[in-house]
């Protein structure tokens, strides 16, 4: 073969196998060619393949093909599968885990080829397009500045030197500020039967998102309190008035009602 005062500029690049097996021809002067077929995590050592110019792109070489040069081994990728992502709503922010794929694209290589991975987040209602965050590794993220009461949609994606992977599952989450406390006023009052009193309930921060409460008796047989925290003395004796936030059942104040008889 002749390697020696030809102009290969537009010429043939040829993909042979190390057995001179015919692999695959590029187009006239590109200067390059595609090996395909090849599964996502095979390891190509060097020399395995060889690529030549040619005078055509003949499924074999002709007399005037230059001198077969070794291809550096390479690994073959393909694209990544998708991550997975968990959210957890805070104040005016969402943090959660991002959890790199099964498979990077090379799933029997025993490294990671993993380059980018990506947060995507929009609201839930809306229509606007996704916001993307970058992350620079697996495990925690955080998006902030984000609207409290807002219902908000989060997925990822990976990427490596071939590509984006697939959308994670869509995951839900709505930032909130947190109830801290929940107190009833007073914490002692009298009723008598028949009779009815207001307690009234404040929540802590004043900024909660939700400030809803649910009143309940410890014995409604002496007193019943109705949704707004009115009381109403049924019978002598004493019970247990308990306003719980709505959004935090763990959160909750007390008032001790004494029911006493008419005067």
Known sequence: MANTGVDR????????????????????????????????????????YQVTYDQD?????????????DVPGFLVLGLPSAP???ATAGDGKVTGTYTDPTDDGA???????????????????????WTTQDIDAAGSFEVDKLTNGTAYQFKATAENAVGVSPESAVVDAT???????????PDKASVAVGATTQLTGTV??????D???????????????DGTGKVTGVKVGTATITITSHADASQKGTSVVTVTANA
């Open 175 to 185: 930032p909130f500020v947190a109830v801290t406390g929940v107190d009833a006023q």
């Open 204 to 209: 802590a921060p004043d900024n909660a998102t």
């Open 84 to 86: 997975t992502l968990t």
């Open 107 to 129: 799933p029997s290589s025993g490294s990671s080829y993993i380059t980018k991975r990506h947060v995507l987040y929009k609201t839930s209602a809306g229509t606007e397009n």
């Open 211 to 225: 400030k809803a409460v649910n009143w309940s008796s410890s014995d409604d047989t002496v007193a019943t309190v």
């Open 57 to 69: 792109n003949a499924n074999k070489l002709s007399a005037n093909a230059s001198d077969p040069a």
């Open 9 to 48: 500029t537009n010429q043939y690049l040829k993909v042979l196998k190390k057995d001179g097996t015919f692999v695959a021809a590029g187009d006239k002067g590109s200067k390059s060619v595609d090996i395909v077929g090849l599964d996502p995590g095979t390891k190509v050592a060097d020399g395995d």
